[in-house]
């Protein structure tokens, strides 16, 4: 494996890391406050739906933020232990391709298709 490539990874993770941290605080932010209930008496209902699909909005995206975050997190990780680029599954190494692709990958190809294959039939 190329250490020089390892390093642009490390560099790209870190990078994403930042942005992703960002991210998660202008959407924290940005969160509206909880007493703007009273409003209008009219089209409360609507309101009330509205806000909840907004809140919905929100959560997916934060929790969207959080697993990525999570992802990037745990490649960091393995740079400290030393077994970046190792995949989770078959402890084979993952093709430079893929993570030139997806520096957070965890998994090797075949080991993601294989869990893709299993998370379709579950
Ligand atoms: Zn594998």
Redo the contacts with the bound molecule.
Sequence with gaps: MNTANFKIMRLRLEKDHKRLTEQLEQLKASRPTENRREGSPFGKREEEAAETAELENRMALENRILGQMAEVDNALSKFEEGNYGI?E??G?PIDIDRLEALPQAA??M??KAAQAKNAKTK
């Design positions: 995949c599954g078959c084979q998994l090797c075949s080991c």
